[in-house]
C-alpha cells in the first residue's frame, strides 16, 4: 500500500490518526493503545513510512494489531499456547559433548533456571539430549499461570520472545527483569554462536539471524513501551 496521509496525530480518544481518520486494526478497531510510550511509537512509526508501507519496519503497529484483535478477545487461550513451550523449554535440554560447549550451556542457562524455580516455587527438569523429559505438572500448572497473569499487550510482546527463543523461561525472566534483553538472546544462540566459532560464520544463517535479530529488537521495544519490566 502506498502512503495516502501526510499528517499522523492522536485524537483525544487516544486513537492513532491520518489526516484526521483513525487508523484501524485489521479487524477494524480503532488503534488505541495502553500507554503514552507505546503512542509515540507507533505515531512515529506512521510518520516515518516512506513512499509505501512495508509492515517488517512497524513492530510496535503490527505487535498492538495483535494484542487487540487476536489476543485480547480470547488472552486465556492465547496464554494457554505459550505455556505449552514450557513442556520442551530449551534451557532444558543440553549437549552431551563436547565439554566446553556443555560449560558454556550451563553458565548461561542455570542461572535463569535457579531463578525460575525459586521465583516460582517449582522444579525444573533439565536433560543431556534431545529425548523428551516431561516437567512435574505442578511446574507446567506454576508458569501457565505466570504467563497467563500477562496483558493482552505484554502477551503480544512475549509471543514474539517465546517463539524466536524457544523458552517460556527466558521470557518469563525477561517480563520480571531477571535478565536483560542482550542477556537473553545470547543464552538462546549459545549452540549457533558455538557453531560459528567453530566452523566458521554461514552467509545464508547469518542473515537469518539479522532478520530474527530485528524482530527481537521490536518486541523488546513494544514491551519496553508498556511498561515490562516495570
Same mark, same amino acid.
Given at each position: 500500500?502506498?502512503?495516502?496521509?501526510?499528517?499522523?496525530?492522536? *485524537?483525544?480518544?487516544?486513537?492513532?490518526?491520518?489526516?484526521?481518520?483513525?487508523?484501524?486494526?485489521?479487524?477494524?478497531?480503532?488503534?488505541?493503545?495502553?500507554?503514552?510510550?507505546?503512542?509515540?511509537?507507533?505515531?512515529?512509526? #506512521?510518520?516515518?513510512?516512506? *513512499?509505501?508501507?512495508?509492515?517488517?519496519?512497524?513492530?510496535?503497529?503490527?505487535?498492538?494489531?495483535?494484542?487487540? *484483535?487476536?489476543?485480547?478477545?480470547?488472552?486465556?487461550?492465547?496464554?494457554?499456547?505459550?505455556?505449552?513451550?514450557?513442556?520442551?523449554?530449551?534451557?532444558?535440554? &543440553?549437549?552431551?559433548?563436547? %565439554?566446553?560447549?556443555?560449560? &558454556?550451556?550451563?553458565?548461561?542457562?542455570?542461572?535463569?533456571?535457579? #531463578?525460575?524455580?525459586? &521465583? /516460582?516455587? @517449582?522444579? @525444573?527438569?533439565?536433560?543431556?539430549? @534431545?529425548?523428551?523429559?516431561?516437567?512435574?505438572?505442578?511446574?507446567?500448572?506454576?508458569?501457565? %499461570?505466570?504467563?497467563?497473569?500477562?496483558?493482552?499487550?505484554?502477551?503480544?510482546?512475549?509471543?514474539?520472545?517465546?517463539?524466536?527463543?524457544?523458552?517460556?523461561?527466558?521470557?518469563?525472566?525477561?517480563? %520480571?527483569?531477571?535478565?536483560?534483553?542482550?542477556?537473553? #538472546?545470547?543464552?538462546?544462540?549459545?549452540?549457533?554462536?558455538?557453531?560459528? %566459532?567453530?566452523?566458521?560464520?554461514?552467509?545464508?544463517?547469518?542473515?537469518?539471524?539479522?532478520?530474527?535479530?530485528?524482530? /527481537?529488537?521490536?518486541?523488546?521495544?513494544?514491551?519496553?513501551?508498556?511498561?515490562?519490566?516495570?
Amino acid at each position: 500500500m502506498k502512503r495516502f496521509w501526510t499528517t499522523v496525530a492522536v *485524537d483525544a480518544d487516544g486513537v492513532v490518526t491520518l489526516d484526521g481518520r483513525p487508523v484501524r486494526t485489521p479487524g477494524r478497531v480503532p488503534l488505541s493503545l495502553p500507554t503514552p510510550a507505546l503512542t509515540a511509537g507507533v505515531v512515529a512509526e #506512521w510518520q516515518a513510512v516512506g *513512499d509505501t508501507i512495508d509492515p517488517r519496519l512497524m513492530p510496535l503497529t503490527g505487535l498492538s494489531n495483535a494484542a487487540i *484483535d487476536w489476543i485480547a478477545p480470547d488472552p486465556a487461550t492465547f496464554a494457554a499456547g505459550l505455556a505449552q513451550y514450557g513442556e520442551s523449554d530449551l534451557l532444558c535440554y &543440553r549437549a552431551e559433548l563436547p %565439554e566446553p560447549l556443555v560449560a &558454556r550451556q550451563a553458565a548461561a542457562w542455570d542461572p535463569v533456571i535457579a #531463578w525460575a524455580q525459586g &521465583r /516460582y516455587d @517449582i522444579a @525444573i527438569a533439565v536433560t543431556a539430549g @534431545i529425548i523428551h523429559v516431561p516437567q512435574p505438572p505442578a511446574t507446567i500448572a506454576r508458569l501457565g %499461570e505466570a504467563i497467563a497473569a500477562q496483558p493482552a499487550f505484554a502477551l503480544a510482546g512475549l509471543s514474539t520472545i517465546v517463539t524466536l527463543t524457544g523458552s517460556l523461561l527466558l521470557a518469563l525472566a525477561l517480563a %520480571e527483569g531477571a535478565i536483560d534483553a542482550d542477556t537473553a #538472546w545470547a543464552a538462546a544462540h549459545v549452540d549457533e554462536d558455538w557453531q560459528a %566459532e567453530m566452523w566458521g560464520v554461514d552467509d545464508l544463517a547469518a542473515q537469518t539471524l539479522a532478520l530474527k535479530r530485528r524482530d /527481537y529488537d521490536g518486541a523488546i521495544a513494544f514491551l519496553a513501551a508498556i511498561g515490562i519490566p516495570a
